[in-house]
Nanobody, 114 residues
């Protein structure tokens, strides 16, 4: 599975961004898709995940502000981020889980700053 994330950038506090991740290859094997992030000097952490059945899971910091979704073909993963805070500044990575391995995209950088 190949993943390519894009949509990051610089946004002011309170603003919005929509991240996208394009999946290709053996997407039929994907069971869970998700977004993780890694802030400078910190460990990578979960942001949100979504299952093929549409079940979602959010980090406490993302609840009420972020929405994860995927297209019907499971070839695109999205993360709508609203009410962004400086603490959301990080490199965001898309991730998919398959029976064999997890796969990671290359990351897209989000900076929230005035």
């Amino acid at each position: 599975v190949q993943l390519q994330a894009f949509g990051g950038g610089l946004v002011q506090p309170g603003g919005s961004l929509r991240l996208s991740c394009a999946a290709s290859g053996s997407i039929f094997s994907i069971s869970v898709m998700g977004w993780y992030r890694q802030a400078p000097g910190k460990q990578r952490e979960l942001v949100a995940t979504i299952t093929r059945r549409g079940g979602t899971n959010y980090a406490e910091s993302a609840k009420g502000r972020f929405t994860i979704s995927a297209d019907n073909a499971w070839s695109r993963l999205y993360l709508q981020m609203n009410s962004l805070k400086p603490s959301d500044t990080a490199v965001y990575y898309c991730n998919v889980e398959t029976p064999a391995y997890p796969y990671w995209g290359q990351g897209t950088e989000v900076t929230v700053s005035s």
